[in-house]
């Protein structure tokens, strides 16, 4: 029952979303003072350096060197250098693109309107040319700022309720439509040392951004705070009532990005991402299966939250138009790249309609119920809902819920400082 389950050999490696965030090792210490060798570098007038996250997958890195060689080898006056960055990754890409020494090339979770006036990214539009019709718009809305496309998706990871179904069955489940419905089921399958959900070890989770999202865009509209709401008020209550009746796994050895509270019967019910699925399969074959989380109250809205990564361009790159070359060639043109990277190594959704349809191993089993909730009910967090612009509502839900604070004061305090912080991001 309680195996110990690593990160890597459950998820098969796969990138890891915790509301939008990876986490990341590296074969170096100082990705400034050395870069892996550039793929093809003998003959090339210009060297561009692509960063990436170590993902952990077993085989990406391998990839990531492969499709630089391919370039180089289609491009030869032109070599790619390619970094494997350790540990903190947002923190060094951050202070990596402050001068033009930075990556030419880099991903990110993010495109913020402060990153678009330092010019640490350029537009892309050029890039996506023709093609932006083929990937998924609400992918591309967070990365568009004053009707520019900033960013070019990588990888698209949707997270949502993954359950046993045995479990559910034992108990007399079915899958919820309604968050009133999945609460009582989280009650119901708590038995004995089973619990009935696990959303994160705190026992809230990302549960404290979805369930109020589920009533509709109530955390934040364009540029006002609107999760001082009744609205809110009430899903947070709910979710506090879930979290006193005891449902909730908390404390377990692992965190909710990894199934293997699924997989070892310690809940029936788990908030996790699509990446779970081979792991899930090679452990439990077809016991399991997927739901977007239920509306929350009359006119909501299932929810499944689309994480993922997206490839930029430093606006400050000395080699501009060279690295925008690359990144049409490996994320809009290589279609069979973008499949390989997102379903050869981890499961996840490669970025351009036309690849995903054509997918095989997307096309069955719980991997086509995800498919299909995106398509239904997947939303991608808005842009200016930001580390710091959120960090005031993430503190009154853990009081509120946690710790019994007044919901309707927490949340009008926390919209004020949220709003003062929003406020001051540029506008474009």
């Not at 005891?246 to 908030?271: E, H, R």
């Not at 049409?328 to 390989?340: G, K, P, S, Y």
């Not at 993430?394 to 946690?402: L, P, Q, R």
Request: aromatic share 10%; proline share 7%; with cysteine.
């Amino acid at each position: 029952m309680d195996r110990e389950i690593t990160r890597r050999g459950l998820l098969k490696g796969s990138v890891l979303f915790v509301a939008g965030a990876a986490v990341s090792a590296c074969s170096t210490a100082d990705p400034l003072a050395r870069n892996d060798a550039p793929a093809g570098s003998g003959a090339a007038k210009i060297t561009l350096t692509h960063w990436y996250h170590e993902y952990g997958e077993e085989g990406t890195q391998q990839a990531a060197m492969r499709y630089a060689a391919d370039f180089t080898k289609a491009n030869p006056d032109i070599a790619v250098k390619v970094s494997w960055i350790p540990g903190d990754y947002a923190t060094k890409w951050t202070a990596a693109v402050l001068t033009p020494d930075g990556p030419d090339v880099y991903e990110v979770n993010d495109v913020s309107p402060n990153m678009v006036k330092a010019g640490q990214v350029t537009p892309l539009d050029e890039v996506l040319g023709a093609e932006k019709a083929d990937f998924n718009t609400k992918v591309l809305a967070p990365y568009t700022w004053g009707g520019k496309v900033y960013a070019v998706p990588m990888v698209i990871d949707p997270m949502l309720v993954f359950y046993r179904k045995s479990l559910f069955a034992k108990a007399g489940v079915s899958v919820p439509t309604s968050f009133a419905e999945f609460s009582a089921a989280a009650r119901k399958l708590t038995q004995g040392k089973q619990k009935g959900l696990f959303a994160g070890n705190d026992g809230v989770g990302p549960l404290g951004q979805m369930v109020p999202w589920s009533n509709g865009d109530l955390l934040i509209d364009d540029r006002e705070i609107t999760y001082d709401d009744p609205k809110v008020v009430r899903a947070l209550t709910a979710l506090k009532e879930l979290y006193d009746s005891k449902a909730t796994l908390q404390g377990y050895s692992t965190d909710w990005w990894d199934p293997g509270a699924l997989i070892n019967g310690a809940a029936a019910m788990q908030w996790v991402g699509m990446w779970a699925v081979p792991g899930l399969t090679e452990a439990i074959g077809d016991d399991f299966d997927a739901f977007a989380l239920p509306p929350f109250g009359p006119g909501g809205q299932a929810v499944v939250n689309m994480g993922g990564w997206v490839q930029v361009v430093n606006g400050k790159s000395r080699n501009l138009e060279a690295a925008k070359r690359y990144v049409r060639w490996l994320w809009v043109d290589n279609t069979a790249a973008q499949t390989d990277w997102n379903l050869a190594y981890g499961f996840h959704i490669p970025p351009r309609n036309s690849a995903a349809a054509q997918a095989g191993k997307l096309s069955a089993g719980p991997a086509k119920t995800v498919m299909d909730a995106v398509a239904a009910h997947g939303t991608k967090q808005p842009a200016l809902w930001t580390p710091e612009v959120r960090q005031p509502y993430t503190d009154a839900v853990t009081a509120i819920v946690k710790k019994g604070a007044d919901p309707k004061r927490t949340l009008s305090e926390a919209a004020g400082r949220s709003q003062d912080i929003l406020d001051k991001v540029p506008v474009l």
